[in-house]
T-cell receptor, first 111, second 112 residues
């Protein structure tokens, strides 16, 4: 089964609105990463947050991590139509050295 | 850097044929990963290498699948014989320790 589980599975918003996606995981982690995938393309690394960090920003992206709840959220502010994609969280577990991906959230930003 | 390079981009083959997928990781990255993506199962890790050595191949579905990394700049994933249920997009990714992965554009495999 997948280590990370994203919520919601699909999200549709209007351009300019904020989009929030959540991820829950099961085991202890070294870090958690968010990726984006446009249809028919490979995954693109967005941001990495380490287990001792609680929040991280990168441009319009804001990621939070709550290790006590084993959850993370990705916030995209002032969304654009070009943000339409699938977003995946991936965990780097302490017990291993490879990422395990969730099933993703399909974000649609309507112009 | 051109990123992770995979070839071919698309492959259509008949059931029973051998398929070889190729990957060139980013220079200096010491880890290489092969993933498979399908609608039904999402992204599945098949195998990964660290410093050219296979570390975990527990995700390889069957003996029909094999992977090699003869040097730091090249890896192959081979399916022999191929079956229709192997149809998927196969991604190669590479990374340096404690950094995010860089994915290739993938190989879309169709076995008919």
């Amino acid at each position: 089964s997948q280590q990370g589980e994203e919520d919601p599975q699909a999200l549709s918003i209007q351009e300019g609105e904020n989009a929030t996606m959540n991820c829950s995981y099961k085991t202890s982690i070294n870090n958690l990463q968010w990726y984006r995938q446009n249809s028919g393309r490979g995954l693109v690394h967005l941001i990495l947050i380490r287990s001792n960090e609680r929040e991280k920003h990168s441009g319009r992206l804001r990621v939070t991590l709550d290790t006590s709840k084993k959850s993370s959220s990705l916030l995209i502010t002032a969304s654009r139509a070009a943000d339409t994609a699938s977003y995946f969280c991936a965990t780097d577990a302490i017990s291993g050295s490879r990422l395990t991906f969730g099933e993703g959230t399909q974000l649609t930003v309507n112009p | 850097d051109a990123g992770v390079i995979q070839s071919p981009r698309h492959e259509v083959t008949e059931m029973g044929q051998e398929v070889t997928l190729r990957c060139k990781p980013i220079s200096g990255h010491n880890s290489l990963f092969w993933y498979r993506q399908t609608m039904m199962r999402g992204l599945e890790l098949l195998i990964y290498f660290n410093n050219n050595v296979p570390i975990d191949d527990s995700g390889m579905p069957e003996d029909r699948f094999s992977a090699k990394m003869p040097n730091a700049s090249f890896s192959t994933l081979k399916i022999q014989p191929s079956e229709p249920r192997d149809s998927a997009v196969y991604f190669c990714a590479s990374s340096a320790a404690n950094y995010g992965y860089t994915f290739g554009s993938g190989t879309r495999l169709t076995v008919v």
